[in-house]
Structures are given as C-alpha cells and as structure tokens.
C-alpha cells in the first residue's frame, strides 16, 4: 500500500481529502494521510486555518521539500491540493504559465515547472483550476440540498455555468470567479462546511467528466500502487 501525503492551503481542502479521497483511494491500495496545511496557514495548536497562500509560495515550498526528506520510502508519495486562482507570483515557472491561453495549460505548465524545482520522482504537483469551488459548479443544483436557493438565482447560475465547456474555464476575475458566482447565489454560502459535502453528493464520477484536468489527477493517484504512476 502508498502512503499518500497531501499538502493542502487551507479546510475545505482537507476536508475533501479526508471525506472524499480518502475511502475512495483506499480501494485502490493508497492510504491518504493526515493531510498537511502549508506555509502561512499550517496549523498553529489546534487553530483551523483559513485558506490561500498570501503573498509568497516560499513556505509551502520549504515546507513540501522537508516532508520529502522526512519520508524517503518508495512507498510514500506525495501530492498538493493549491487554487491557480490567486496563486503567488514566485510559483515556480509563474511569468511563463500565465502567459498562456487559459487556465489548464497554465496549470500544466506550472504542475512541470515545481515538479523540475524539487525533483523528487514521487511528489505528483497539482493547481486546482481555478478554484475548488468549480467542482461545485460541475452541478450546480447540487445547493439547493444544502441551502433554500431562490429558482431564479439558481437558473441564472446554471445558465451562466453552461457557457464553459467545463467548469475548471470559469475565472474571469475578481467579481466572477467560481466562488464568487456561488456567493452571489448564496450569500450564506460556507465553503468549508458546504464545499466538501456538495463536492461528495457530486460524485467522483460526474467530477471526473465534467472537470478533466481534476480527473486527470485523481487517475494518477489511483495508479500509485499499480506501477503505472
């Protein structure tokens, strides 16, 4: 069995990793543990932090290269859950992942270029596009099990969301990205109690289809102890 350690920015990450992944990957031979806050949120006692990597990328880098040193095990491996939205401009490779088209090549150009900065065969990078929220936008009348959602606000929502081939295409700024679209749908909307349990009444499945860069990830982590990953 693989040991999978998950660094993550902040609750609602956490809460999916643990809620989420990891029974769904315990029946593919992978463990996922505790997963582990990075840079300016890690924990601090038993304070639950917040979400978003501030201003620099240097602490969860330092903080992702001592992990791999602590764990040298073949049967470790090691991946990250972090927002492109919002994403430090000292990410390795930044100036020219976002110089590109839209967010999945961003994404794909950035995931290579940490991976090249801390050449560990084991650590798998992935950028959430743009945000975890757009797994809940790949059905978005999924809220209304969770919140009392006005019919035409939801329509609204909806009918925004299908002008994207996929919901990982929505951000477009600061007024229109994928949380910011459910807030505007849902005023009440908590992303760390909610988000997870939509996510998880979604299904990996449907996750999979409607958001391929995220599939593409969960299938890399469900082949770790398969010899293909």
Not at 25 to 43: D, E, M, Q, S, Y
Not at 96 to 105: E, F, I, K, N, T
Not at 145 to 157: H, I, W
């Amino acid at each position: 069995m693989k040991r999978l350690y998950l660094t993550v920015e902040g609750q609602t990450e956490a809460a999916f990793a643990t809620s989420v992944l990891r029974p769904h990957l315990f029946a593919f031979n992978v463990l996922v543990v505790k997963p582990r806050f990075t840079g300016p949120h890690r924990r601090d006692d038993d304070r639950i932090p917040g979400g978003g990597m501030f201003n620099s990328f240097g602490p969860a880098l330092r903080d992702i290269g001592r992990w791999l040193k602590e764990d040298k095990s073949r049967d470790a491996r090691f991946s990250m859950m972090v927002d492109l939205y919002h994403l430090p401009h000292d990410f390795p490779g930044y100036k020219a992942g976002m110089s590109l088209r839209s967010g999945v090549p961003q994404a794909v150009s950035m995931e290579q270029s940490l991976a090249t900065e801390l050449a560990d065969d084991r650590f798998i990078p992935y950028l959430q596009v743009h945000e975890f929220e757009a797994l809940v936008l790949a059905d978005p009348n999924r809220l209304t099990s969770v919140y009392d959602v006005r019919p035409g606000a939801l329509q609204s929502l909806c009918r925004d969301c299908s002008r994207y081939e996929t919901p990982e295409e929505i951000n477009h700024g600061q007024h229109s990205h994928p949380k910011y679209r459910i807030a505007e749908t849902v005023p009440e909307y908590d992303a760390n109690i909610a988000g997870p349990l939509l996510v998880e009444e979604i299904g990996l499945a449907k996750l999979r289809m409607r958001c391929p860069h995220f599939g593409a990830w969960l299938t890399q982590l469900e082949q770790l102890d398969s010899g293909i990953a």
